[in-house]
């Protein structure tokens, strides 16, 4: 997970600017208080001479000055505030989005509507452009957060929000939910793989094309696929699902992690997932599907074929 | 003032002796003693012992919580499990130790300070007692059925309705903190009524006692927040039992306005939490520095202006929701505003321990290392208010620490300071001071270890609520010292027992002011006799026994000026109260009914907007009908009255007649509200018809219900007087007619809002 303090946007580079000032006044109000107490307790401990200290009540211009000057510094902390929520939000959202995120329990949906592709769990972004993101949320408050580049932003089902998601330079970054939403919410990550504009160009075009045709054993793991029920949860490109429950498959094999972050997308752990996925992902909404050995090694085949 | 006898044991002059004490409950020994009490004392140990155990049960909770998070991927407990454990962690913590233990502690020590004999309602005192501890007993039992709750101590909408939470568990956290809640709201009328009419002779308001000052305006505080989750709370059980839609976006619910709710409730009850610790700080640091209070007047103030503010500031809890800038410009404006006066008295009490003579009992250790953490916590939370800070560190471990350094690094380390300030009060003994350090020290080392790093787990990106986490960079390590700060912590709570146990055994005699303390509860033996005080001293300034124990010197001027026709005014006011108390604390439960009713309100005016209600509401209603009918409501205001007005002249006769005529009266308005609702499920427009469907059938059938209680009450009083059992009813009916011009009242409002701006 990367840190607020590690900024690859504009935005986030806001937020860490308030986010140091805020720290370095608490950090110095902090001191003065445990200073002062300090103080207090060395120098003015009961030496034992029995003599009753001065009993002053007050002093009003001291307590007036504890007062006013904390005041004063709120107002500070208040104008740059405004001033950087300013910078962190986006400019304008009357324009279609580049990016549709509607959360689920407890994976991402993303639709890319310009280029008609659907995907899950992996955000892939240009680098350098500011992609503009609806989130929705298909049942409970989720909440977006990839530290490194944008605000947390609250997925509310009823209530579409938009957040900006830019970096200036390629990479890799999580995010996560941050939100409590249900038992599977330990495992709701998000990546988010920052392209150069080619690569990127080239990912969409390879998420935008249907699948290659499944032959031999894959050909009989899409037969299990839409016997075995799995298509009532899972869409995949060509096979006429629709199903939303769980992340749509399409592309599954070009995807780096499987169960939203809870194991990368290897044999073994494609195994493991499809024979319990509960073991993995305990409280997710796949049961175990009792498949035989040839039942899963057939749909592995198939699966993996899923560029 | 020489001219009095003295008081041969205190040597104080005898100001005003009580008088003999009628029994205050049964005097047969043992566990009968205990349970049909209504003397405070024995409610307020029964608080704090009830609120210790479940100290113990939240405490084992959390252990187990950090157990879990001991390294990355722990199999060990399940999601479902933890999730259960944090929900009942949070609902346990603050609704069954922090609130309860303080509470207790003011049922027990308020009326002494003031240098009463008791509160001023003592078996209402034991009805909150009891609603309290049988909440807590009702969350339990869902344990028991195997049905926790599992959506967080405060259950977001819709992950809390069906069909995301079919299971029992969330029914018994509304039911139990809806009990908890009536139970806390009588303590606070019954604290208002108490601190306001039974002062001793001399004790005027600007010379109360810091902590019963506090507990003064926490009650209020109280008063106008437990209303709002009440009217919360209702509405998700109506969602979740009768098929409303309130908050179920599918059905055009908002699950926005269950948090605008919520929180309206949930951020004035952190400061319920906070108040009466500041109160028991306020009374520690000057008795342990051997000084007054610095800047009593500017404390006292700095509190009340907390208590206004804190209703104005909750949407800082929902600043990651997307709702309109400019509302988070206001309440990022306003939670900057409130830390001032917080500062206030962190910096009144630095004054205080400047230039005193500092005695370092546990008690005062414990008050030292609450202003650190305290401070640090509030710090913490003005980063919050800083909305762009908040979009990065809300719902983060950053927030976990935030709210743990103010509730436990500030709240329970205050209780306990308080706990060992008034224990040889309660107890007749000392606790141990050896014993003590050690439970200090080690629950020092043990919170901050804890609660430290988890500072540095939010800025690494660690949510709050995970059941486990993956192996990232810095978590594994930080999460490992976080658990074993939290073990050194449990830890520290078993030697906190050891000490309470040993010392009921071996403590030292603590006779009457061990502490050399100066307010009231100190000018009685340890424990006080069941009157309390065989001789009140006398009351000339803020600090009585101090005073006492001066007499030629003069006490620290006050700062204040006693404006002479503002105190007569203010005089009036509370001696027509301390005649009437029945009567206020009537005014004072209605005060809180309203803001009840406001919010049902708020919710019919917030849904009458979605499109396709103003249609529904149109069709469904009769305003003409209903206003007719209403007529019949309105008019028993008047036989109400007419008949008060005959128990007051004692025209016994007459008075059956006028009651017989509300009754009827309501009884014809009610009859024709249950065909008005009949009439419409006939058509087919029920409960769960649509938005129109739930919020009219809740707002007038809890208006419904109120007019019902008041039937049965007046029932209640006709029978007492008809089989002559009550020779006058000039009292019980004086409250109660307020109580039924209230419900005409709010008639008149629901009439107006939902038959005619509704639905015209």
């Given at each position: 997970?990367?840190?607020p303090l590690?900024?690859?946007?504009?935005?986030?580079?806001a937020?860490?600017?308030?986010?140091?000032v805020?720290?370095a006044?608490?950090?110095?109000i902090g001191?003065?208080?445990?200073?002062?107490?300090?103080?207090?307790?060395?120098?003015?401990?009961?030496?034992?001479?029995?003599?009753?200290?001065?009993?002053s009540g007050g002093?009003?211009?001291?307590?007036?000055?504890?007062?006013?000057i904390?005041?004063?510094?709120?107002?500070?902390l208040?104008?740059?505030?405004?001033?950087?929520?300013?910078?962190?939000?986006?400019?304008?959202?009357?324009?279609p989005?580049?990016?549709?995120?509607?959360?689920?329990q407890?994976?991402?949906?993303?639709n890319?509507p310009?280029?008609?592709?659907?995907t899950a769990?992996?955000?892939?972004?240009?680098?350098?452009k500011?992609?503009?993101?609806e989130?929705?949320?298909?049942?409970v408050i989720?909440?977006?957060?990839?530290?490194?580049?944008?605000p947390?932003?609250d997925?509310?089902?009823?209530?579409?929000?938009?957040?900006?998601?830019?970096a200036?330079r390629?990479g890799?970054?999580?995010?996560d939910?941050?939100?409590y939403?249900?038992?599977?919410?330990?495992w709701?990550?998000?990546?988010?793989?920052?392209?150069?504009?080619q690569?990127?160009?080239?990912?969409?075009?390879?998420?935008?094309?249907?699948?290659s045709?499944a032959?031999?054993?894959?050909e009989r793991?899409?037969?299990?696929?839409?016997?075995?029920?799995?298509?009532?949860?899972h869409?995949?490109?060509?096979?006429?699902?629709?199903g939303?429950?769980?992340?749509d498959?399409?592309?599954?094999?070009?995807?780096?992690?499987?169960?939203a972050?809870?194991a990368?997308?290897t044999?073994?752990?494609?195994?493991?997932w499809?024979?319990?996925?509960q073991?993995?992902k305990?409280?997710c909404?796949?049961?175990?599907?009792?498949l035989?050995?040839?039942?899963?090694?057939?749909?592995?085949?198939?699966?993996?074929?899923?560029? | 003032?020489?001219?009095?006898?003295?008081?041969?044991?205190?040597?104080?002059?005898?100001?005003?002796?009580?008088?003999d004490?009628p029994?205050t409950g049964?005097?047969?020994?043992?566990?009968?003693?205990w349970?049909s009490?209504?003397?405070?004392k024995?409610?307020?140990?029964?608080?704090?012992?009830?609120?210790?155990?479940?100290?113990?049960?939240?405490g084992?909770?959390?252990?187990?919580?950090?157990?879990?998070?001991f390294?990355?991927?722990?199999?060990?407990?399940?999601?479902?499990?933890?999730?259960?454990l944090?929900?009942?962690?949070?609902?346990?913590?603050?609704?069954l130790?922090?609130?309860?233990?303080?509470?207790?502690?003011?049922?027990?020590?308020?009326?002494?300070?003031i240098?009463?004999?008791?509160?001023?309602?003592?078996r209402l005192n034991?009805?909150?007692?009891?609603?309290?501890?049988l909440?807590?007993?009702?969350?339990?039992?869902?344990v028991?059925v195997?049905?926790?709750?599992?959506?967080?101590?405060f259950a977001?909408?819709?992950?809390?309705?069906?069909?995301?939470?079919?299971?029992?568990g969330m029914?018994?956290?509304?039911?139990?903190?809806l009990l908890?809640?009536?139970?806390?709201?009588?303590?606070?009328?019954?604290?208002?009524?108490?601190?306001v009419?039974?002062?001793?002779?001399?004790?005027?308001?600007?010379?109360?006692?810091?902590?019963?000052?506090m507990m003064l305006?926490?009650?209020?505080l109280?008063?106008?927040?437990?209303?709002?989750?009440?009217?919360a709370?209702?509405?998700?059980?109506?969602?979740r039992?009768?098929?409303?839609h309130?908050?179920?976006?599918?059905?055009?619910g908002?699950?926005?306005?269950?948090?605008?709710?919520f929180?309206?409730?949930?951020h004035?009850?952190?400061?319920?939490?906070?108040?009466?610790?500041?109160g028991?700080?306020?009374?520690v640091?000057?008795?342990?520095s051997?000084?007054?209070?610095?800047?009593?007047?500017?404390?006292?103030m700095?509190?009340?202006?907390?208590?206004?503010?804190?209703?104005?500031?909750?949407?800082?809890h929902?600043?990651?929701?997307?709702?309109?800038?400019?509302e988070?410009?206001?309440f990022s404006?306003?939670?900057?505003?409130?830390?001032?006066?917080?500062?206030?008295?962190i910096?009144?009490?630095?004054?205080?321990?400047?230039?005193?003579?500092?005695r370092?009992t546990?008690?005062?250790?414990?008050?030292?290392?609450?202003?650190?953490q305290?401070?640090?916590?509030?710090?913490?939370?003005?980063?919050?208010?800083?909305?762009?800070?908040?979009?990065?560190?809300?719902?983060?471990?950053?927030?976990?620490a935030h709210?743990?350094?103010?509730l436990?690094?500030?709240?329970?380390?205050?209780?306990?300071?308080?706990f060992?300030?008034?224990f040889?009060?309660?107890?007749?003994?000392?606790?141990s001071?050896?014993?003590?350090?050690?439970?200090?020290?080690?629950?020092?080392?043990?919170f901050?270890?804890?609660?430290?790093?988890?500072?540095?787990?939010?800025?690494?990106?660690?949510?709050?609520r995970?059941?486990?986490?993956?192996?990232?960079?810095?978590?594994?390590?930080?999460?490992?010292?976080?658990s074993?700060?939290?073990?050194?912590?449990?830890?520290?709570?078993l030697?906190?027992?050891?000490?309470?146990?040993?010392s009921?055994?071996?403590?030292?005699q603590?006779?009457?002011?061990?502490?050399?303390?100066?307010?009231?509860?100190?000018?009685?033996?340890?424990?006080?006799?069941?009157?309390?005080?065989?001789?009140?001293p006398?009351?000339?300034?803020r600090?009585?026994?101090w005073?006492a124990?001066?007499?030629?010197?003069?006490?620290?001027?006050?700062?204040?000026?006693e404006?002479?026709?503002?105190?007569?005014?203010?005089?009036?006011?509370?001696?027509w109260?301390?005649?009437?108390?029945?009567?206020?604390?009537?005014?004072?439960?209605?005060?809180?009914?309203?803001?009840?009713?406001?919010?049902?309100?708020?919710?019919?005016?917030?849904?009458?907007?979605?499109?396709?209600?103003?249609?529904?509401?149109?069709?469904?209603?009769?305003?003409?009908?209903?206003?007719?009918?209403?007529i019949?409501?309105?008019?028993?205001s008047?036989?109400i009255?007419?008949?008060?007005?005959?128990?007051?002249?004692?025209?016994?006769?007459?008075l059956h007649?006028?009651?017989?005529?509300?009754?009827?009266?309501?009884?014809t308005?009610?009859?024709?509200?249950?065909?008005?609702?009949?009439?419409?499920?006939?058509?087919?427009?029920?409960?769960?018809?649509?938005m129109?469907?739930?919020?009219f059938?809740?707002?007038?059938?809890?208006?419904g219900?109120?007019?019902?209680?008041?039937?049965?009450?007046?029932?209640?009083?006709?029978?007492l007087?008809?089989?002559?059992?009550?020779?006058?009813?000039?009292r019980?009916?004086?409250?109660?007619?307020?109580y039924?011009?209230f419900?005409?009242?709010?008639?008149?409002?629901?009439?107006?809002?939902?038959?005619?701006w509704g639905?015209?």
């Amino acid at each position: 997970m990367g840190t607020p303090l590690s900024p690859v946007s504009p935005q986030a580079d806001a937020l860490r600017t308030l986010i140091l000032v805020t720290v370095a006044l608490a950090g110095f109000i902090g001191l003065l208080v445990t200073g002062l107490v300090t103080y207090a307790v060395i120098r003015y401990r009961d030496r034992g001479t029995g003599a009753e200290p001065r009993q002053s009540g007050g002093n009003r211009k001291i307590e007036i000055a504890y007062t006013l000057i904390p005041l004063g510094i709120q107002c500070g902390l208040f104008s740059l505030t405004v001033v950087t929520m300013h910078r962190a939000e986006p400019t304008t959202t009357n324009r279609p989005p580049d990016l549709v995120i509607v959360a689920h329990q407890w994976w991402w949906e993303l639709n890319y509507p310009g280029a008609h592709v659907v995907t899950a769990n992996e955000i892939h972004l240009p680098a350098g452009k500011a992609m503009l993101v609806e989130l929705r949320s298909a049942d409970v408050i989720h909440e977006l957060w990839v530290p490194q580049m944008a605000p947390k932003m609250d997925a509310v089902p009823g209530m579409p929000n938009h957040l900006v998601l830019e970096a200036d330079r390629p990479g890799e970054y999580l995010g996560d939910c941050a939100e409590y939403c249900g038992a599977g919410h330990a495992w709701m990550q998000l990546r988010v793989d920052v392209q150069t504009p080619q690569d990127f160009e080239a990912w969409e075009r390879g998420q935008s094309r249907p699948p290659s045709l499944a032959t031999g054993l894959a050909e009989r793991g899409r037969d299990i696929f839409q016997s075995r029920t799995c298509i009532e949860c899972h869409a995949i490109d060509g096979l006429g699902s629709r199903g939303n429950v769980g992340p749509d498959l399409t592309h599954f094999a070009s995807r780096a992690t499987l169960g939203a972050g809870v194991a990368d997308n290897t044999p073994e752990e494609l195994d493991r997932w499809l024979n319990d996925p509960q073991s993995l992902k305990p409280g997710c909404y796949m049961p175990r599907m009792r498949l035989t050995p040839t039942e899963v090694v057939d749909l592995m085949a198939y699966l993996e074929g899923l560029r | 003032m020489t001219d009095l006898p003295l008081d041969q044991r205190t040597n104080f002059p005898v100001v005003a002796a009580a008088p003999d004490a009628p029994a205050t409950g049964a005097h047969s020994g043992g566990w009968y003693r205990w349970v049909s009490t209504v003397d405070h004392k024995l409610l307020g140990i029964m608080y704090m012992v009830t609120a210790l155990a479940f100290f113990l049960i939240g405490g084992l909770e959390a252990t187990l919580m950090r157990i879990q998070l001991f390294v990355p991927r722990n199999a060990w407990l399940s999601p479902n499990v933890y999730d259960a454990l944090f929900t009942l962690h949070g609902v346990t913590m603050i609704f069954l130790v922090i609130v309860p233990v303080q509470l207790g502690m003011a049922v027990y020590m308020v009326p002494l300070q003031i240098g009463a004999r008791d509160m001023a309602m003592p078996r209402l005192n034991a009805l909150s007692f009891w609603l309290t501890a049988l909440g807590g007993v009702l969350l339990y039992l869902s344990v028991a059925v195997g049905h926790p709750p599992q959506a967080g101590w405060f259950a977001y909408a819709p992950l809390s309705l069906p069909p995301f939470a079919f299971y029992a568990g969330m029914d018994y956290w509304a039911l139990s903190l809806l009990l908890i809640g009536i139970g806390t709201l009588t303590t606070a009328m019954n604290m208002i009524l108490t601190v306001v009419t039974l002062r001793a002779p001399g004790m005027t308001i600007r010379r109360l006692p810091l902590f019963s000052w506090m507990m003064l305006v926490d009650s209020f505080l109280i008063l106008f927040a437990m209303p709002i989750i009440n009217a919360a709370l209702v509405m998700v059980l109506a969602d979740r039992l009768l098929g409303t839609h309130f908050f179920k976006p599918v059905y055009q619910g908002s699950a926005v306005l269950y948090q605008h709710f919520f929180w309206s409730f949930g951020h004035p009850e952190v400061y319920i939490m906070i108040i009466p610790a500041w109160g028991m700080i306020s009374e520690v640091i000057p008795v342990f520095s051997r000084k007054p209070i610095f800047g009593y007047t500017f404390v006292a103030m700095s509190t009340v202006a907390i208590a206004l503010l804190s209703f104005g500031v909750w949407v800082h809890h929902m600043f990651t929701m997307g709702l309109p800038m400019v509302e988070y410009y206001v309440f990022s404006a306003a939670s900057m505003l409130i830390a001032v006066p917080t500062g206030v008295k962190i910096f009144a009490w630095i004054g205080t321990m400047i230039g005193g003579s500092l005695r370092f009992t546990t008690s005062m250790m414990f008050a030292v290392a609450f202003l650190i953490q305290f401070t640090l916590g509030g710090l913490s939370g003005v980063m919050f208010s800083a909305v762009p800070v908040d979009w990065q560190l809300q719902s983060s471990y950053f927030l976990v620490a935030h709210l743990h350094y103010v509730l436990f690094g500030g709240a329970v380390f205050a209780i306990y300071s308080g706990f060992y300030y008034w224990f040889p009060k309660i107890s007749g003994r000392l606790l141990s001071e050896r014993i003590g350090k050690w439970h200090f020290w080690l629950t020092v080392i043990g919170f901050n270890g804890t609660f430290m790093v988890q500072h540095v787990l939010g800025f690494h990106g660690m949510p709050r609520r995970i059941y486990t986490y993956p192996d990232l960079p810095g978590w594994p390590i930080l999460n490992f010292i976080s658990s074993a700060g939290a073990m050194l912590l449990a830890f520290s709570t078993l030697v906190f027992l050891w000490n309470l146990y040993w010392s009921s055994r071996y403590g030292k005699q603590a006779g009457d002011n061990p502490w050399e303390a100066w307010t009231l509860e100190w000018a009685t033996t340890s424990p006080p006799p069941e009157h309390n005080f065989d001789a009140v001293p006398p009351i000339l300034g803020r600090r009585p026994l101090w005073r006492a124990a001066h007499p030629q010197a003069e006490d620290v001027k006050a700062h204040y000026i006693e404006e002479p026709r503002l105190v007569a005014r203010e005089k009036r006011l509370l001696d027509w109260v301390s005649d009437n108390i029945p009567r206020s604390g009537m005014a004072l439960f209605l005060a809180s009914e309203t803001l009840f009713f406001v919010s049902l309100v708020a919710a019919f005016i917030y849904y009458h907007y979605v499109p396709g209600y103003r249609a529904s509401a149109h069709q469904a209603l009769n305003p003409l009908r209903t206003g007719l009918y209403s007529i019949a409501l309105f008019a028993s205001s008047f036989t109400i009255w007419r008949a008060e007005a005959n128990a007051r002249a004692g025209n016994n006769s007459r008075l059956h007649g006028w009651l017989l005529g509300t009754i009827a009266l309501g009884a014809t308005f009610m009859a024709f509200q249950v065909l008005e609702f009949v009439g419409l499920c006939h058509r087919g427009i029920d409960i769960t018809s649509s938005m129109f469907g739930s919020t009219f059938f809740t707002l007038v059938g809890f208006h419904g219900l109120h007019v019902l209680a008041g039937l049965l009450m007046l029932a209640l009083l006709y029978g007492l007087l008809a089989a002559r059992l009550l020779p006058t009813l000039k009292r019980p009916l004086a409250t109660l007619a307020i109580y039924w011009h209230f419900v005409d009242v709010v008639w008149v409002f629901i009439f107006g809002i939902v038959y005619l701006w509704g639905a015209l």
